[in-house]
């Protein structure tokens, strides 16, 4: 469409029109052909549509294997993604336990606090990790208990030795999480999942349990989205 033809359809001045097409251009959500001078959808949109399939397709993947974790663990169960620099719950199923924990699908946190998120820091690439807690103000950060970058960056190597994380009490106050990476058919960690519960709850006997089974079905889940077990980090 032509700047004329849309600021007819917006019943906006065309000033205004064209001054907000320039802005969209720089960021790519909308294109001009140098020729007829429209315009057109760009490929940034393109780019956020298939980022929003991808967390449709993983949820609508991971639910029955998230009903299985709930059913053996008799925990919270948590699917984690990964948007820019925080970690985002896009599903959850409640544990049916009197105490519990119940977190909002929604909630965002850096990818450094809690396990569901610095799982799918621990397989993001070195120069991606180092560039995320370059800049972090260690003394605001919304943990409960203090981080660094030298503990995340040790933690990091323990989580892809064992291949899950474990924190407890850094986003809630005595609560334990245990999270395990999910995959993509590109071998890239798109995800995680993640069992939670009140620490007390959390034995030693109960984590080995809980970690090969979150570790179990996060596997299912990568499988089913195509992973070949092709990961290489770097």
């Known amino acids: 469409m032509s700047v004329t033809e849309i600021s007819r359809e917006l019943g906006m ?7 907000i097409l320039n802005s ?3 960021h790519g959500f909308v294109a001009q052909n140098k020729k007829t001078k429209k315009y057109k959808l760009g490929l940034c949109v393109m780019k956020y549509g298939f980022l929003m399939w991808d967390s449709l397709m993983l949820r609508s993947l991971a ?8 059913q053996k ?4 169960v948590y699917l984690a993604t990964r948007e820019n620099t ?3 719950y896009i599903d959850s199923i409640d544990s049916p336990q009197m105490l ?3 977190e909002p699908i ?9 396990a569901s998120n610095r799982v799918i820091l621990a397989y993001l690439s070195k ?3 180092d560039t995320l807690l370059m800049n972090v103000d260690w003394d605001k950060t919304p943990s409960l208990i203090r981080l660094s970058a030298d503990y995340i960056m040790k933690d990091l190597e323990v989580i892809r030795a064992r291949g899950y994380a474990m924190t407890s009490g850094e986003a809630t106050e005595g609560t334990t999480g245990i999270g395990a990476p999910i995959f993509s058919f590109e071998n890239t960690v798109i995800g995680s999942l993640n069992v939670a519960g009140p620490s007390l709850r959390f034995t030693p006997e109960k984590i080995e349990t809980y970690a090969y089974q979150v570790k179990k079905y996060a596997d299912l889940i990568s499988k089913e989205l195509g992973y070949r077990n092709k990961y290489r980090w770097s």
């Open 127 to 129: 120069k991606v990790q």
């Open 86 to 88: 925080e970690g985002v």
């Open 63 to 70: 639910r029955p294997f998230m009903e299985e974790l709930s």
């Open 13 to 19: 001045p065309v000033q205004s029109v064209h001054r």
């Open 106 to 114: 929604g909630l965002r946190l850096p990818l450094f606090v809690g």
């Open 100 to 102: 519990k924990i119940s």
């Open 73 to 76: 663990t008799k925990e919270s």
């Open 24 to 26: 969209l251009s720089r």
